[in-house]
């Protein structure tokens, strides 16, 4: 049972990523998922949920500019991160909505 985050990285002010989480030893598709982050020195700070029925919910700080998915056949949770900026650099995690599975983390970096 586990979750493996990847797509992080350093990108410029702008810039775009997308993050997956690839989810397995669960049934992923009824599950509810969520990202987090931390930035250094903060403290963890929810960013987004998706419903396995699709409903999604954003953290203010990134309405707009974030948007989470899933594909349900690949049991991947995604995180497409537009027009990022310095105070987005953290560690990113996704977790299942209740926390009781947590993924590794993949550090996203945005900087000139």
């Known amino acids: 049972v586990q979750l493996v985050e990847s797509g992080g990285g350093l990108v410029q002010p702008g810039g775009s990523l997308r993050l997956s989480c690839a989810a397995s030893?669960?049934?992923?598709?009824?599950?509810?998922m969520k990202w987090t982050r931390q930035a250094p020195g903060k403290g963890l700070e929810w960013v987004s949920t998706?419903?396995?029925?699709?409903?999604?919910y954003y953290a203010d700080s990134v309405k707009g500019r974030f948007t989470i998915s899933r594909d349900n056949a690949k049991n991947t949770v995604y995180l497409q991160m537009n027009s990022l900026k310095s105070e987005d650099t953290a560690v990113y995690r996704c977790?299942?909505?209740?926390?009781?599975?947590w993924g590794q983390g993949t550090q996203v970096t945005v900087s000139s």
């Open positions: 977790a299942k909505r209740d926390s009781s599975l």
């Open positions: 030893g669960f049934i992923f598709s009824s599950s509810a």
């Open positions: 998706i419903f396995s029925d699709g409903r999604t």
